[in-house]
């Protein structure tokens, strides 16, 4: 069963950056793609950015191109979302999951990590 595991949230100014990581375990890592959702109050599950199992493919939010990069390192099976230039509109509970390449789904979620942008 897999099992994703986030870390690396918390309170930054506006302009400042934090490291998002996922630790995935319970599978074979380079099977799955890998994406990072955020879900601010009030709102619906925004989906930020995805990235195949050998990091050939990745998708970024408009709203977070050239700000957030998705990476990955499968000998680690750990997955990364670094967060430049953050914004008060960033501020959400973000989630890792993993999707099976042979699936259309995200079926796999983490416990979310909080972000908070303010000063």
């Known amino acids: 069963q897999v099992q994703l595991v986030e870390s690396g949230g918390g309170l930054v100014q506006p302009g400042g950056s934090l490291r998002l990581s996922c630790a995935f375990s319970g599978g074979t890592f380079t099977f799955y793609s890998m994406g990072w959702f955020r879900q601010a109050p009030g709102k619906g599950r925004e989906r930020v950015a995805t990235i195949s199992g050998n990091a050939g493919s990745r998708y970024y939010a408009d709203s977070v191109k050239g700000r957030f990069t998705i990476s990955r390192d499968n000998a680690k099976n750990t997955v990364y979302l670094q967060m430049n230039g953050l914004k008060p509109e960033d501020t959400a509970v973000y989630y890792c999951?993993?999707?099976?390449?042979?699936?259309?789904?995200?079926?796999?979620w983490g416990q979310g990590t909080q972000v908070t942008v303010s000063s």
């Open positions: 999951a993993a999707r099976r390449a042979v699936s259309s789904e995200y079926a796999d």
